[in-house]
């Protein structure tokens, strides 16, 4: 798993292994030209679901000075933390190293003081970073971590954490588990829904004069709605071999409500003069 990750870095450049995120150097790659400007689409908070199913967290900051910080906590499964790392992605020799310590949880280091371990570069493209063994690549606001393990039994194995991007104001703080979770972000489609149909029937209400209009409102609603199914229905198939799918989904289906309702609001509702919208310029639904 994970934390066995520093016995991987001792002869991964050796070890071929079928994975589908990660990448290896060969012997005698010299890595590629880079800098950590080009990952400032990592930067924030990634949450999602770590080994065994339990919560994990990765959190990077802005690139600046010739590096980027991050850090790693992975739960236990029973409320509390297994471990931590701390990492750091710096600028050397014109490229770039990925370098982390492991921490218990209670802070006590697992290399020696002056020790980590170190991934190279292999390969930099738009949204996504390969080091020897260690995968960082992003989809909208999704990132997959993957990285190589090795086994007890000698095999090495691809680990592949999914992730979803926490805002500043994280959505439902107060959720414990899965369950709580999605039975949070199941509310909050919901009301986003519900907000939707109150725009929705004002706009409709405004212009029942004109059946055309009125038609055409509709039809776009109906659009609207089959879009939304195929797509989050795509999301969730996509995410369905973790925990998070439901989640994914939920996020979804909200994103793209909140995005319809402005929509409305901006084309059916708000005024081209300066008299005051009956209905407020819909924000992202809390």
């Known amino acids: 798993m994970r934390w066995i ?3 991987l870095a001792l002869c991964l450049a050796a070890t071929r292994v079928d994975a589908a995120e990660t990448r290896t150097a060969p012997e005698g790659h010299v890595p590629p030209p880079a800098t950590v400007a080009q990952l400032d689409w990592l930067a924030g908070l990634w949450t ?32 509390g933390v297994a471990f931590f790392e701390l990492m750091q992605i710096a600028e050397v020799d014109g490229s770039l190293v990925y370098r982390l310590k492991h921490f218990t949880e209670d802070l006590s280091g697992w290399e020696e003081k002056d020790d980590y371990v170190s ?19 992003r989809e909208g606001d999704a990132l997959i971590s993957a990285v190589l393990v090795r086994q007890r039994d000698g095999s090495v194995e691809e680990y592949v954490f999914r992730y979803a991007r926490a805002g500043n104001a994280p959505v439902c703080p107060d959720a414990g588990t899965t369950l709580e ?11 986003a829904e519900a907000r ?12 029942a004069d004109e059946p055309a209009v009125a038609g055409g409102l509709e039809a776009s609603q ?23 799918r439901v989640a994914m989904e939920l996020g979804c289906t909200t ?15 708000s005024n081209m003069d300066s008299t005051p919208p009956v209905l407020p310029e819909p924000g992202p639904t809390e």
């Open 181 to 191: 979770m999605n039975a949070c972000l199941a509310d909050r489609a919901e009301r």
């Open 48 to 79: 999602g679901e770590g080994i065994g199913g339990a919560p994990a967290t990765e959190v990077y900051s802005p690139p600046g000075g010739g590096s980027l910080a991050g850090h790693f906590v992975q739960q236990d499964g029973e409320g």
């Open 255 to 269: 994103s793209l409500t909140d995005e319809r309702t402005l929509a409305i609001w901006r084309n059916w509702i």
């Open 222 to 244: 109906a659009s609207f709605a089959a879009y939304r199914e195929a797509e989050c229905s795509s999301v969730y198939e996509k995410w369905k071999d973790g925990t998070i």
């Open 196 to 207: 939707m149909q109150r725009y929705l029937a004002l706009a409709l209400e405004r212009h």
């Open 119 to 137: 991934f190279p570069l292999v390969a930099i493209e738009p949204n996504a970073v390969y080091f020897s063994g260690l995968t960082l690549r």
């Open 5 to 7: 990750v520093s016995l």
